[in-house]
């Protein structure tokens, strides 16, 4: 069975399903959502997205993203593909959304309404799904900030948009390392 994504309109009411990669080739804006781990440091869990995946292959994002299915919260389905993709799970609340669109060299569209969350990590195991991530990492907002800065090619065009949703909700948590 093909995986489906939530078609919404711009309030985020919901309008339909549509085929993953349908969706994305004819870039229909769909329901998605960004998680971003902390630690006890401040640090945020990047994950770098396996290079075989239908966009964004080897790229450094934030610590999950995904969508949801029909009839799943976003924070459900956070939780969910947190420990599909990175191994584990924590409690995650949402700090803020915005809607963007991105256009791939294979052709492909990113449009969603992105959820983004937070949580914080207590020491769970990490244990990354291959087919999922390639890699993963700890990093300082401002270190990253840094890199996006001088090499924004390594990193997802969402990574910077759902940051600045994080570092405006959530500043105090984030920026006081």
């Known amino acids: 069975m093909s995986e489906q994504v939530v078609l919404v309109d711009r309030d985020d009411k919901q309008l339909g399903l ?4 349908r969706a994305h080739e004819l870039g229909l804006l769909h ?3 960004s998680v971003f781990v902390f630690d006890d440091k401040k640090r945020l869990l990047l994950q770098q997205r396996e290079q075989s995946k239908y966009h ?3 790229l450094w994002t934030n610590t999950c993203c995904s969508h949801p299915r029909d009839g799943e919260t976003v924070a459900e389905a956070a939780r969910r593909r947190m420990l599909e993709e990175i191994g584990f799970t924590c409690d995650v609340h949402e700090v ?3 809607i963007y669109r991105a256009h ?3 052709g492909l569209i990113e449009h969603e309404l992105d959820h983004v969350f937070v949580g914080r990590y ?3 195991e990490i244990k990354p799904n291959p087919i999922e991530v390639q890699d993963y990492r700890w990093v300082s907002v401002s270190d990253l900030i840094s890199s996006m800065l001088l090499t924004p090619q390594q990193y997802t065009p969402w990574l910077n948009l759902a940051l600045q949703v994080v570092t405006t909700k959530w500043p105090e948590e984030v920026m006081n390392a």
């Not at 549509?18 to 990669?21: L, M, Q, S, T």
């Open 18 to 21: 549509e085929e993953k990669i």
């Open 104 to 106: 791939f060299t294979n």
């Open 56 to 58: 964004c292959g080897g």
């Open 31 to 33: 329901r998605a959502f």
């Open 122 to 124: 207590s020491g769970q």
């Open 96 to 98: 803020g959304s915005f």
